[in-house]
């Protein structure tokens, strides 16, 4: 028979037949959460601001459409961002009219009175789509995605930036081919300091756009730019839920009554994790690239154990972690597509408070001795370093997403005073979601 040996952590009506788990709860100061509470209250309230002020601006606004017989029709529009704007036109003739879908074949071209306007064309892969309008005049900038156009007389031409390759010392490097520049000088060629300008032009939507600004002041030419809030950051809010496989591996680092976990091995815990979401997007810079962020809840049970069998012995010992933590994490999402949506890889950073935090060691040494105890002192916050890829596609309004993400999450355990093991989390995470 196995003999309890005495241990200040059991409780007193403890009794080794009646079947119970031994546990030792590490009560949390729940005041201690709240500096983690106020940020989270204040991301959301951030979000949820932004969110309700697009809102406000997706809808129907004053403006018309470009019949292909160059007629104007006056009515109200329907805007939200330039992902959906270019891709399609929304139309009635007033507020109890019935909605109009119109494709970028069957119309020239559409806008509102507050200034957004787009064009029909054809992008850089000879698709026709609605080109937006960002400069308009003797010359006009109108850009699609990633893409931009000049357009003169009518007649659009794509702006480019290609690359080609340069040997230098039997080493082979990529160079900009900055062929846009060109065509900008040629058409621009009325201004004296046109050279300058182009200098100091980047390929993006608001350096070209400046160009076009000098051009106008430096030439007299009358030019309108348009700043719409569909140039301006997107916020969308979403959920996610999902499911997570974790494992908590140590080694022993400085504490000699851990040294049995140089041999251990971790189990995997499955658990599910409900996450809220925040997209912030940069239409007017890019769109491949966003930022993610929001706010995830975990909760695990992880056991890592070790176990010695000889003739006459058994020696198991387990450590068991029941923990939970909300984690506010900062992504990097970077899209493969052109449109902005569709493969994408995402990485950055997780802040994490643990909310709860329970540990217990057994050891069992058959025949003879159980002891139970437990000393793991967790930190109070630490960082995940998170990695992984995703799809995501518009539905309607909406964007639907599925994920996976690894993170890795060391130096969770505090080490100031008694000697602890070195431990981390290890994490995989699938997840499906929408973006509203």
């Known amino acids: ?3 309890l040996a005495e241990n200040k952590f059991l409780p007193e009506d403890y009794s080794h037949n009646s079947g119970q788990s031994l546990y030792l709860m590490q009560i949390v100061d729940m005041r201690k959460l709240l500096p983690c509470a106020l940020f989270v209250g204040i ?3 951030f979000g949820l601001v ?4 697009n809102s406000a601006k997706d809808r129907f606004n004053e403006g018309y459409i470009l019949t292909l017989g160059n007629d104007s029709l006056p009515g109200l529009v329907f805007l939200q961002d ?7 036109c929304v139309f009635k003739i007033s507020s109890e009219g019935e909605e109009q879908n119109f494709s970028p074949e069957e119309i020239r071209g559409y806008g509102s009175l507050d200034g957004a306007v787009f064009r029909s064309g054809q992008n850089a892969d000879q698709k026709t789509v609605f080109l937006q309008y960002k400069v308009r005049g003797k010359y006009s900038l109108l850009y699609y995605r990633d893409t931009y156009f000049v357009e003169s007389g009518g007649k659009l031409e794509e702006l480019i930036l290609s690359q080609e390759k340069v040997h230098v010392d039997n080493r082979t490097f990529a160079k900009d081919r900055e062929e846009y520049k060109y065509l900008l000088r040629a058409k621009m060629i009325g201004c004296h300091e046109i050279d300058r300008y182009l200098k100091a032009t980047g390929f993006n939507l608001e350096s070209l756009a400046r160009l076009f600004e000098n051009y ?3 030439s007299s030419a009358r030019m309108e730019i348009y700043k719409h809030e569909t140039d301006k950051m997107k916020v969308r809010l979403g959920i996610s839920v999902g499911g997570m496989g974790s494992v908590f591996d140590m080694i022993p680092g400085s504490s000699a009554r851990y040294v049995f976990t140089e ?8 658990s599910f994790v409900p996450s809220a979401l925040v997209e912030l997007s940069f239409p007017a810079l890019t769109q491949k690239a966003s930022v993610r962020t929001g706010v995830t809840y975990y909760s695990a049970t992880n056991k890592y154990s070790r176990l010695r069998e000889e003739p006459g012995l058994v020696d198991l010992q387990e450590v068991t972690v029941t923990s939970s933590r909300i984690e506010v994490p900062v992504y990097l999402r970077y899209s493969f597509s052109r449109r902005g949506r569709g493969p994408y890889v995402i990485g950055g950073l997780g802040m994490n408070r643990f909310v709860s935090w329970e540990t217990l060691r057994v050891h069992t040494l058959e025949p003879g001795i159980v002891t139970t105890f437990s000393d793991l002192e967790q930190r109070n916050f630490y960082i995940n370093y998170l990695i992984g890829g995703g799809v995501d596609f518009p539905l309607g309004k909406r964007i639907v997403l599925g994920e996976v993400v690894y993170g890795f999450a060391p130096y969770l355990l505090d080490a100031s005073g008694t000697p602890m093991p070195t431990a981390w989390f290890q994490t995989v995470s699938l997840s499906a979601g929408m973006l509203f």
């Open 82 to 88: 330039h992902v959906f704007n270019t891709s399609r």
């Open 216 to 218: 106008a002041e430096c």
């Open 43 to 45: 991301l959301l309230s």
């Open 1 to 3: 028979m196995l003999r």
């Open 263 to 270: 041999f251990g091995s971790p189990e995997i815990s499955f």
């Open 50 to 53: 932004r969110s309700q002020s």
